[in-house]
């Protein structure tokens, strides 16, 4: 019964977005509407190196003002130009662990004279797509927050959740997340909010079906070097640096083809598997011309930019490289630098389970396929994001941005986002902040 009412309060509320006006005229570009205030939040430029924190923070709370019961607060845990802005939907049981929707306001730069519109003005064109810096990564997820809980409450003045749902605003997420994301989980605001579960940026897919990532990968910068006897370049001998740093590139290279045979046969994607990327050789005695030709050098370095997926032992790969790519019976030697967590403090691997084994998935998933959308296997995020600040901390989090049929634009010139595909994704969120705030927390065994 409850079911059959809330589709109808639904159709409802498409029926009166999808017939919002889409095109920007002046008279109605004053008109409010979520296009109209999705474009005026990408007109805010929060672009590196000089984002406007400020006027995207004081944007959001004039927006969140509007919605009955939202509350807000801003946060400095840096310094007074990197405000972090809460807003919180209370639940009727403070006492169940709450949930985090999080987006990050800064972007990445844009080239304006690469673009077909200024990256900064949020053009609309004819055929609905909005071009702006940031329109897919990431100021999307964050409007469409606000704008599913405002439709939730236009369709239901009454309606409260059972669990308390916040949504954070983080700076710095592009450089690092280090004096956003990072400070933020470490905070004494944050533990008291109780959250039990995150839902972070993902990517845009470019068929039918939704992506979600459960995992980012972590890099290493290795760098192995050689060491041996100089000797004659005429000279024949055994173990030079050279010969052992070339015996060592190829088993190196044997690892990455067999890796990467996993992509190509389509047994794995590509941020399943570990990338091992040769970025730098250093060897050889230099001239004003060129380099010495009669001299074998007794020092040679190589480096390797390493991608670990969580499901990879990072003990069984660290003993591979002991072994086989730099041993010291061949005169090598190594230095991994570790350029991200791989474990969670529990010393578990930073991955979000995707089964049944997690209840929040399991609703996720079905609030997913009650919108009438359907999500692809879920991913490993080839890159990194804020979501591994709160795996770190064992809270489970999935990576998702409602954003189907649209090409992969992310810090790249011309990004943009169709106004349907907006749209469609504040009626997701509605079906997802709906069913994740009434869980009950039945299923937890
Ligand atoms: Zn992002």
Not at 7 to 35: D, F, W, Y
Not at 165 to 176: A, N, Q
Not at 339 to 355: H, S, W
Request: glycine share 6%.
């Amino acid at each position: 019964m409850a079911t059959t009412r809330h589709h109808l309060q639904l159709i409802s509320v498409v029926t009166l977005l999808l017939s919002l006006p889409l095109s920007a005229t002046p008279n109605k570009e004053q008109q409010s509407n979520p296009i109209s205030r999705f474009r005026n939040y990408l007109k805010i430029n929060t672009a590196h190196p000089t984002p406007n924190y400020t006027a995207a923070v004081n944007y959001l709370i004039a927006f969140a003002a509007t919605i009955p019961t939202l509350k807000t607060q801003t946060l400095y845990l840096t310094t007074p130009d990197k405000p972090l802005l809460l807003i919180t939907y209370p639940g009727s049981n403070p006492t169940l662990p709450a949930i985090l929707f999080n987006s990050h306001l800064d972007s990445v730069p844009a080239e304006p004279s690469k673009w077909l519109h200024n990256p900064f003005s949020a053009h609309h064109s004819t055929d609905g797509k909005i071009y702006a810096r940031g329109a897919q990564d990431d100021k999307c997820i964050g409007m469409q927050y606000l704008e599913a809980i405002k439709s939730l409450k236009k369709s239901n003045l009454n309606y409260t959740p059972l669990r308390t749902v916040h949504i954070s605003y983080v700076p710095d997420e592009e450089i690092g997340g280090f004096n956003g994301m990072a400070k933020f989980v470490e905070s004494k605001e944050f533990k008291e909010l109780n959250i039990g579960f995150v839902l972070d940026e993902g990517q845009a897919s470019v068929n039918d079906e939704f992506r979600v990532f459960y995992a980012d990968r972590s890099p290493w910068h290795l760098v192995i070097k050689a060491e041996g006897e100089p000797g004659h370049g005429s000279r024949m001998f055994d173990n030079s640096a050279m010969e052992n740093m070339m015996k060592s590139v190829e088993v190196v290279m044997k690892f990455r083809e067999n890796q990467f045979d996993l992509v190509k046969a389509g047994v794995a994607m590509n941020s399943e598997v570990v990338s091992a990327n040769p970025v730098f050789f250093k060897a050889g005695i230099e001239t004003p011309s060129g380099f010495v030709m009669n001299m074998q050098p007794s020092e040679v370095m190589a480096g390797f930019d390493v991608r670990l997926p969580p499901t990879v032992d990072p003990d069984l790969m660290r003993r591979r490289i002991v072994e086989e790519w730099a041993p010291a019976w061949r005169n090598m030697t190594y230095e991994i630098t570790e350029k991200g967590p791989l474990r969670d403090y529990m010393g578990r691997p930073l991955m979000t389970a995707t089964n049944d084994s997690n209840p929040w998935w399991s609703v996720f998933k079905q609030a997913i396929e009650e919108s009438g959308g359907k999500l692809s296997r879920p991913e490993i995020l080839p890159s990194t994001t804020d979501a591994r600040f709160m795996r770190q901390l064992g809270i489970p989090t999935l990576g998702f941005s409602p954003m189907k049929n649209t090409p992969i634009l992310l810090h790249d010139h011309n990004e943009f986002l169709k106004d349907s595909v907006y749209l469609e994704g504040i009626q997701i969120y509605e079906h997802i902040i709906r069913a994740l705030s009434s869980f009950d927390g039945a299923s937890f065994t």
